[in-house]
């Protein structure tokens, strides 16, 4: 199994950037589909961002497209969450996760689960 680590948030006003990472141990990305999925208070957790380790593809959910870039490194088998343009509305917990089956965007298809990371933006 793969134990995932997120780390990277923190406040930031809004209009600012922040750059999210997530390091996985115990098996190699190159297994898995990462991706990046958020909760905000009150709310249901909601796919951001995921990509295809070999190959690279990305998909984002519409609220953050032109926002945010999901990448990730080989060599650091990490992969990061850029954050650009924040906004209050961007406020939530992060977790970094990881699915067995490619390019989806549901969290009950992600297998593997980070502990979660805080972002805050204020207006």
């Known amino acids: 199994q793969v134990q995932l680590v997120e780390s990277g948030g923190g406040l930031v006003q809004a209009g600012g950037s922040l750059r999210l990472s997530c390091a996985a141990s115990g098996r190699p990305f190159s297994v898995y589909t990462p991706g990046w999925f958020r909760q905000a208070p009150g709310k249901e957790r909601e796919f951001v961002a995921g990509?295809?380790?070999?190959?690279?593809?990305?998909y984002y959910a519409d609220s953050v497209l032109g926002r945010f870039t999901i990448s990730r490194d080989n060599a650091k088998n990490t992969v990061y969450l850029q954050m650009n343009s924040l906004k209050p509305e961007d406020t939530a917990v992060y977790y970094c996760?990881?699915?067995?089956?490619?390019?989806?965007?549901?969290?009950?298809?992600?297998?593997?689960w980070g502990q979660g990371t805080k972002v805050t933006v204020s207006s």
């Open positions: 996760a990881a699915a067995v089956k490619p390019t989806t965007r549901r969290p009950d298809e992600y297998d593997y």
């Open positions: 990509i295809s380790w070999r190959g690279g593809s990305t």
